[in-house]
């Protein structure tokens, strides 16, 4: 099973390198994620991320370019407990960028099942951005998540596990349409079950329907607390 | 800057500091790392060539389980720290049930959830090791224990949850737990 996921994340990246001329950048995604349980099943979760990119340009071209500060999210979500093993969350997002604030509304509707030793978590979303001046965002997105311990059956304390997702986002802005696929192996360590942290990378890539192909890699660290 | 990072730092360390009151470790382990008496036994039951071996350290002590495909089912063997045996537990169908049993089980069901859905079955072989080997290989049933243990979902007024429910041999319950999941904010968010 892990070559097999080994063999994805490998086959994704020689593709990605197999484009012509396109833009890339890469860059850091540090994210802080804490949720607080209430009662009656509901749940608080707020998440930060701190989006910096250390380089950016055109492949095959002497354009590019070095350290930007792009941008800080806040996103408060709020989720309930609808069955077993579904959740229904919806929340705001907050996008600090240099010169202004980017509102998000999001939706989403998670189903997480516990297969013997492994996870899979099916997570349906919707969100919808306003920027200044420019029409709605609207992504129809879909995302699937696996997880496993790296010894044993379980993950206890002080362990580590792998983690990979991979996402489907459908961006309709305007008359515009887009595709983004995301592909995220993580390995994680437990201090103990609400305090994670995970390391791992992100890959994406969108227009590239069109002749514009954009492919950005992200070194990604996440804290996960639940308090 | 610096006076942030020392509160989270001083934050984690006080949440692992607090983790530190149920111990409960579970890991994979080589065949050479078994006690030989638990070794011995399994090849007595079960003839693979496919057995992965799991330590489980917590506060009760140290325990060993073996685990193994045999004639298309599903084994599990539970030892003690010195390789004793304390039970065997083999996954079934609803249907290979006794129907007396399942009826049993199901009024007992019926009696505790508005509704619910059966999600693994075990049949929980208990005895000393020369009873269990006699069993298995010459179907002699001398001294045999043996439960059920049904893991599924149910629904009460406070919600849907996930349980472990264990019978008796003629079908009567006798504990009940609650399954508490793994944290999945990292799945979720």
Same mark, same amino acid.
């Given at each position: 099973?892990?070559?097999?996921?080994?063999?994805?994340?490998?086959?994704?990246?020689?593709?990605?390198?197999?484009?012509?001329?396109?833009?890339?950048?890469?860059?850091?995604?540090?994210?802080?994620?804490?949720?607080?349980?209430?009662?009656?099943?509901?749940?608080?979760?707020?998440?930060?991320?701190?989006?910096?990119?250390?380089?950016?340009?055109?492949?095959?071209?002497?354009?590019?370019?070095?350290?930007?500060?792009?941008?800080?999210?806040?996103?408060?979500?709020?989720?309930?407990?609808?069955?077993?093993?579904?959740?229904?969350?919806?929340?705001?997002?907050?996008?600090?960028?240099?010169?202004?604030?980017?509102?998000?509304?999001?939706?989403?509707?998670?189903?997480?099942?516990?297969?013997?030793?492994?996870?899979?978590?099916?997570?349906?979303?919707?969100?919808?951005?306003?920027?200044?001046?420019?029409?709605?965002?609207?992504?129809?997105?879909?995302?699937?998540?696996?997880?496993?311990?790296?010894?044993?059956? /379980?993950?206890?304390? /002080?362990?580590?596990?792998?983690?990979?997702?991979?996402?489907?986002?459908?961006?309709?802005?305007?008359?515009?349409?887009?595709?983004?696929?995301?592909?995220?192996?993580?390995?994680?360590?437990?201090?103990?079950?609400?305090?994670?942290?995970?390391?791992?990378?992100?890959?994406?890539?969108?227009?590239?329907?069109?002749?514009?192909?954009?492919?950005?890699?992200?070194?990604?660290?996440?804290?996960?607390?639940?308090? | 800057?610096?006076?942030?990072?020392?509160?989270?730092?001083?934050?984690?360390?006080?949440?692992?500091?607090?983790?530190?009151?149920?111990?409960?470790?579970?890991?994979?382990?080589?065949?050479?790392?078994?006690?030989?008496?638990?070794?011995?036994?399994?090849?007595?039951?079960?003839?693979?060539?496919?057995?992965?071996?799991?330590?489980?350290?917590?506060?009760?002590?140290?325990?060993?389980?073996?685990?193994?495909?045999?004639?298309?089912?599903?084994?599990?063997?539970?030892?003690?720290?010195?390789?004793?045996?304390?039970?065997?537990?083999?996954?079934?169908?609803?249907?290979?049930?006794?129907?007396?049993?399942?009826?049993?089980?199901?009024?007992?069901?019926?009696?505790?959830?508005?509704?619910?859905?059966?999600?693994?079955?075990?049949?929980?072989?208990?005895?000393?090791?020369?009873?269990?080997?006699?069993?298995?290989?010459?179907?002699?049933?001398?001294?045999?224990?043996?439960?059920?243990?049904?893991?599924?979902?149910?629904? /009460?007024?406070?919600?849907?949850?996930?349980?472990?429910?264990?019978?008796?041999?003629?079908?009567?319950?006798?504990?009940?737990?609650?399954?508490?999941?793994?944290?999945?904010?990292?799945?979720?968010?």
């Amino acid at each position: 099973m892990k070559k097999r996921y080994a063999f994805l994340v490998l086959f994704l990246l020689v593709i990605s390198v197999s484009f012509g001329q396109n833009r890339y950048q890469v860059g850091t995604l540090p994210t802080l994620n804490i949720s607080k349980s209430l009662n009656n099943n509901w749940q608080l979760n707020f998440k930060s991320e701190f989006r910096q990119l250390f380089k950016e340009g055109i492949t095959n071209s002497t354009q590019n370019s070095g350290y930007d500060y792009v941008h800080t999210d806040a996103a408060f979500v709020i989720s309930k407990k609808v069955g077993l093993n579904n959740k229904l969350a919806g929340g705001f997002l907050l996008r600090f960028t240099d010169d202004d604030v980017i509102k998000r509304s999001i939706q989403q509707f998670t189903v997480i099942k516990s297969l013997n030793s492994y996870r899979l978590g099916h997570r349906f979303a919707s969100d919808q951005t306003f920027d200044t001046d420019q029409d709605m965002q609207l992504r129809l997105r879909y995302r699937l998540t696996f997880d496993l311990p790296l010894n044993g059956q /379980t993950v206890d304390p /002080t362990e580590w596990y792998f983690k990979i997702s991979n996402e489907y986002l459908n961006i309709f802005k305007g008359n515009i349409y887009d595709l983004e696929l995301r592909l995220s192996p993580n390995f994680g360590y437990v201090f103990t079950d609400n305090n994670k942290l995970e390391l791992g990378l992100e890959y994406r890539i969108n227009d590239f329907v069109n002749d514009d192909t954009r492919q950005r890699y992200w070194l990604t660290i996440g804290w996960y607390l639940s308090l | 800057m610096k006076k942030l990072i020392f509160l989270l730092l001083l934050f984690l360390a006080v949440l692992q500091l607090s983790a530190q009151t149920k111990y409960e470790h579970e890991s994979k382990i080589s065949f050479e790392n078994v006690p030989e008496k638990a070794r011995l036994f399994v090849s007595k039951i079960i003839q693979s060539k496919k057995v992965k071996w799991y330590k489980e350290q917590s506060n009760n002590g140290i325990s060993f389980e073996a685990k193994s495909k045999f004639k298309g089912k599903k084994y599990s063997i539970e030892f003690d720290s010195n390789g004793t045996i304390e039970d065997i537990e083999i996954e079934k169908k609803w249907n290979d049930l006794p129907k007396t049993i399942k009826q049993n089980i199901i009024n007992s069901l019926q009696n505790t959830f508005i509704k619910h859905k059966i999600r693994k079955i075990q049949i929980q072989f208990s005895a000393k090791e020369k009873d269990l080997i006699n069993y298995f290989n010459n179907d002699i049933k001398n001294n045999i224990t043996i439960k059920y243990e049904i893991v599924l979902k149910g629904k /009460t007024d406070s919600g849907k949850h996930l349980y472990e429910f264990l019978f008796n041999h003629d079908g009567q319950l006798e504990s009940t737990s609650k399954i508490v999941f793994r944290n999945t904010d990292n799945i979720e968010f």
